[in-house]
């Protein structure tokens, strides 16, 4: 079957992607909004002759965009129903797993990846095979970070190689260079600051500005490991500058307002900066949706990390003694890394009000 040419909206996408260019940076060239040219793309917005004209001269495209203007409105295809149906899937799961267990969630995602790899394999259409092998990709890279969270980093790099592979199928050269940011990532949570740093260096030439900003947070981590703290803050900076670029990515957390002052704030702890780390968290914290439970989970607790560092050990323990029913339902690798630094430090430190607290981290950690 001939594959279907693109829609309007689609090829107005792909041209600004193609330039590098940002909705914001659109808004300087026609005289549309943000927001409309954002309904343009998804297709809400349907073209007319005069908006068709506008775009293709912003876009340079040579009468492309006026032609399909022109095009008959295209029928959506019955075998969209399947893509619709395993978004909705995989919007279920990435809600499970901001509140349960990683084996919860990858009993069901697991089998998903591989039912989307067959289906991919061998489907007819062309066009449908693309977007089947999209969502492969994402359900994959998804299940990769579940299986970090589970602790079997092993498992997540092999389902990460795989969320690469489908994504190529489908088209998108995009996600390879975020697999990079997912490797330095396994570097971080390992203590090595310098392979955190190599794998976001490589991951940072990139042409996708969403994957750029997610590598110079990395990168940034990566030197607060080493204690280089000019380095460090000018990878923050770069960081912040590139997300104000990003319309919306896809990759990363969705559950954090702002990405780069959380980065900031876990920087700022490596780097010995605990009070100035703790403020940024306590803005953060309550802008972290209460639905989210696995991400408040996660940085509640570098919040009361940074206090107790700080020298607020006992308001650092009324914080965790309210995270623990949290702790033991995401059951996290990750989480359980920063929350057997903090029985060190209360073993260190040894607070009154600390024993009570330090039992049930004891208890979770050698469940």
Known sequence: MKPLPPTFAQEVRRLRNERGLSLNQMTTRVSYSKGHLSKIE??????????????????????????????????????????????????????????????????????????????????????????????????????????????????????????????????????????????????????????????????????????????????????????????????????????????????????LEDQVAITRAWAFHDLGRHAEAAEILDVQLPLIAPTALRARTRFGLRRALAHAEAGEVDHACDLVADLLDNIRQVQSATVHIDLTAFSKLLSRLRPAAGREVAAEIREILFA
């Open 42 to 255: 998804t297709g809400v917005a349907q073209p007319n002759p005069e908006m068709a004209k506008v775009l293709d001269e912003a876009l340079g495209a040579g009468g492309r965009l006026i032609e399909l203007a022109d095009a008959p409105a295209r029928p959506i295809p019955s075998d969209d129903t399947s893509l619709v149906a395993y978004g909705t899937i995989f919007d279920g799961h990435r809600t499970l797993g901001h509140r349960h267990s990683p084996e919860l969630v990858l009993a069901g995602l697991r089998p998903q990846v591989e039912a989307l790899s067959d289906l991919a394999r061998s489907a007819t259409d062309p066009a449908l095979g693309r977007g089947l092998w999209l969502l492969a990709a994402k359900f994959a890279e998804y299940a990769g970070w579940m299986e970090q969270e589970r602790g079997d980093d092993a498992s997540a790099a092999e389902l990460t190689r795989r969320a690469v592979l489908y994504a190529a199928k489908g088209g998108d050269r995009e996600l390879e260079a975020w697999a990079l940011v997912r490797q330095a990532e396994f570097a971080l949570y390992k203590g090595d600051a310098r392979a955190t740093v190599a794998y976001s260096r490589l991951a940072g030439k990139s042409r996708s500005i969403a994957v750029q900003a997610g590598a110079a947070q990395r990168e940034a981590q990566g030197y607060a490991l080493a204690g280089d703290e000019l380095r460090c803050e000018e990878a923050l900076d770069r960081a912040a500058e590139l997300r104000r670029e990003v319309d919306e990515s896809p990759y990363g957390s969705t559950s």
